[in-house]
């Protein structure tokens, strides 16, 4: 009789493996962080219990080591994907410099210790030294949790461990070379050409396949996951046939598709919540199970060279930090940071040990030794980056401009099934980032007996529309309003939710009166003061390479000049396209000083005058582009005529553009030609003589045109 339940240890039964992992998954963290301890400590302690070296339960087989092997990919890949690149671009020279020092501390330090103090040959001192200079970003779930990636800090970290990683790694293949006598030319030629076409590959040639694939794979949810990760262990594949190690084709693979996938989007959510919750986990209990704590009762020689291993470790990557804090003039916090991220050694370091250990460079005391470097440098990493990183999580926070009293909230109408997902995707977009407010979907219906049918209909499309854009219900909260009048029904709804933006999609159809977008707009341009927002989305928003921006004539006198750029700001941000603004220079120097308050984008400003021709302007736009079109409501001081018809003619002459028109809050609208100079003159305009006195002249001009009337 054959038993389908086998108790043998290690566990062979793949659904007792599967469970037993699972529940260490489920519980270690939680049982760990309740004694005040990183959970990420919880994963690795457990791995060393249950591991070869501990009860023996789990065996270090094919199965883990594929799923360990997965999650190192898929956390350097995580790094890649997160990371800003324009932060990045910011801080490229701070990170080369980083780089280098938590390259060359460890290797001159380690290289002493081990040719001076523990004796070693050349080659395999300079492979034990190459050792310490590895760091693994076994904390970066902490940072990722903390929410503080954008952090120079943490950018000049992650930047610096692919640095000195790939030093290494190209380190390690030059001692094997020079030790087998291969360190010819033709190995140097083979190094440069196979380095040059896996970086051609990953970070040219798959971007342009990808804008293709995920363009055409819209909707398809997992579909678009699956090629993900496909292009992640593609590129692995093609850093291995470069003779470098995956864990850096896993980092350019995220780097490549960085832009592709935004940090508000449903396929970024599931990518964070698969890899968070199943394939990293493996990974650190992969990193346990490799610790055997038996090294420390094989005698003093064992344990004094372990101990070496492990001290020299830890001051060779904190004298790293510490130099780069005392160059660029860092805080206490952020040091600690860069050390805790910077300290942990894992995979590259056991496989550099181990090429040396079968190569008979180092002995069994070494490798013993590596392993409690593991342990320990992962334990340190953790502790240090919890205790630091929530205290630069609290020093962020503070610097953060304080919110104002009105939260940010954003009414997206539902009419159009066709766009629902892409409105409120853009709707993700233009979020502030910081907020935790949902995006408030809107269905206005009529006061008949159809409005429970079109309730239910809509209801469906709005669920379809969360579920490929958002990946959480959590992040959208429906409201009804039943009106005879949908522009009355919303306006309503705008002041009971004292919403801040509303955002419609464009309708082809033109009514009869003088508003070319039709009755609806035309009402709530003058019922409301809020942002209102036009959209006609084309292609997916993530394939936007540059916003133009077109401002018209006075729009740095509106209430809501500062509205508009941030919305403009956030879409760039999460697109990580260029903005080109076009408009007279007044308004264009106002426009950069807002922009040099935010975070830095990359943005262009070019003088524009003749807004009753934009043919120079819209005949460069590709449908890759977005083009803004900034526009006051009718008899305000920013009203443009000419710039209130374009959007209908490029819907005519080209409907391969995706636009947005934008109406600034306005706080004074002037009806019937009547004034309230009490209104026109409030807020921040106080501040500035100059646009009181243009406002003034402007006030004036209605006044007088109205008396001779």
């Known amino acids: 009789m054959v038993l389908l339940f086998d108790l043998t240890i290690p ?15 489920l519980f270690a963290p939680f049982i760990f962080r309740k004694l005040k301890i990183p959970g990420i400590v919880g994963l690795i302690l457990a791995g060393v219990a249950v591991g070869p070296y501990g009860l023996n339960l789990l065996a270090e087989n094919s199965s883990m080591n594929l799923l360990g092997s997965i999650g190192l990919l898929y956390l350097m890949f995580l790094a890649g994907l997160e990371i800003d690149l324009r932060d990045f671009r910011i801080n490229r020279n701070t990170s080369l410099v980083f780089g280098s020092l938590t390259f060359f501390v460890p290797l001159i330090l380690g290289f002493f210790v081990s040719y001076f103090i523990l004796n070693f040959k050349l080659l395999a001192s ?14 970066y779930p902490i940072i990722s949790r903390l929410g503080i990636i954008k952090n120079r800090a943490v950018q000049i970290t992650i930047g610096g461990t692919i640095i000195t990683d790939t030093a290494v790694l190209l380190l390690l293949a030059i001692i094997m070379a020079l030790r087998n006598g291969e360190l010819t030319a033709e190995f140097w030629l083979r190094l440069v050409v196979s380095l040059i076409g896996f970086v051609i590959a990953v970070l040219w040639i798959i971007p342009k396949i990808s804008r293709w694939f995920l363009k055409y794979l819209e909707g398809e949810s997992s579909s678009q996951y699956i090629y993900v990760l496909l292009v992640v262990f593609v590129s692995a594949l093609f850093s291995q046939i470069a003779n470098v190690e995956p864990i850096i084709g896993a980092f350019l693979a995220g780097l490549a598709l960085n832009k592709l996938i935004p940090h508000s989007s449903a396929l970024m959510n599931r990518i964070l919540f698969i890899g968070n919750t199943l394939f990293i986990p493996f990974f650190l209990l992969s990193v346990g199970m490799l610790v055997n704590l038996n090294v420390l009762f094989n005698g003093a020689e064992a344990v004094t060279i372990a101990a070496i291993l492990v001290v020299t470790a830890q001051v ?16 206490r916090d952020e040091r600690h940071v860069i050390y805790g991220l910077s300290t942990s050694h894992a995979a590259a370091t056991i496989a550099i040990i181990l090429v040396g250990y079968k190569a008979g460079m180092v002995n069994d005391a070494i490798l013993n030794g590596t392993i409690l470097v593991i342990l320990t440098s992962c334990l340190i990493s953790s502790f240090f980056t919890e205790i630091a990183g929530r205290k630069l999580a609290v020093t962020e926070t503070n610097k953060k401009i304080s919110l104002p009293e009105q939260p940010e909230r954003i009414i997206v109408p539902i009419s159009n099934p066709v766009i629902t997902d892409k409105m409120l995707e853009f709707a993700l977009f233009i979020k502030d980032p910081d907020s935790s407010e949902p995006i408030h979907p809107l269905t206005v219906l009529p006061d008949d007996d159809t409005a429970k049918d079109i309730f239910f209909e809509q209801s469906k499309i709005l669920e379809n529309a969360v579920k490929n854009t958002t990946g959480s219900p959590d992040k959208v909260a429906l409201h009804t309003r039943v009106d005879l009048n949908i522009a009355n029904g919303i306006s309503r709804a705008v002041k009971e939710l004292m919403a801040t933006t509303i955002i419609f999609g464009w309708s082809r159809k033109v009514s009869t009166t003088n ?13 409301t003061k ?13 394939l936007i390479k540059k916003i133009t921006v077109i401002a018209p004539p006075n729009a740095e006198l509106e209430i809501g000049f500062s509205g508009w750029i941030k919305v403009v700001v956030n879409l760039s941000r999460q697109t990580n396209s260029e903005v080109i603004f076009f408009g007279q220079l007044t308004t264009l120097e106002n426009i950069k000083t807002v922009i040099s308050k935010t975070k830095a984008i990359k943005s262009q400003y070019k003088e524009f005058e003749n807004m009753r021709n934009l043919f120079p302007i819209t005949k460069n736009i590709e449908p890759s582009d977005l083009f803004v079109i900034i526009n006051g409501r ?6 443009n005529r000419y710039l209130a018809i374009t ?13 947005a028109v934008i109406y600034p809050e306005q706080k004074a609208i002037f009806e019937n030609t009547s004034v ?3 209104e026109v003159s409030a807020g921040p305009i106080e501040d500035n003589i100059e646009r009181i006195n243009k406002l003034g002249k402007y006030v004036k001009k209605v006044i007088t045109k109205k008396k001779r009337k």
Do not use: C, H, W
Not at 519 to 524: A, E, G, T
Not at 647 to 654: D, G, M, S, Y
């Open 11 to 25: 566990f062979t039964n793949p659904v007792l493996i599967f469970t037993l992992v699972l529940l260490i998954i």
């Open 126 to 139: 300079l492979l034990l030294a190459s050792m310490f200079s590895t760091q693994t970003l076994i904390s």
């Open 316 to 331: 060779t990557k904190y004298t790293a930090a510490y130099i780069t804090q005392k160059i660029f003039n860092y805080t």
């Open 515 to 527: 508003y070319f977008f039709g009755s609806i707009i035309d009402n709530l341009l003058r019922k």
């Open 530 to 542: 809020e942002m209102i927002i036009v959209f006609k989305p084309l292609d997916p928003l993530f």
């Open 634 to 639: 009718p008899r305000t001081i920013s009203y």
């Open 647 to 659: 959007p209908r003619q490029l819907a005519k002459t080209n409907n391969n553009i995706s636009f």
């Open 676 to 678: 309230n100079i009490n």
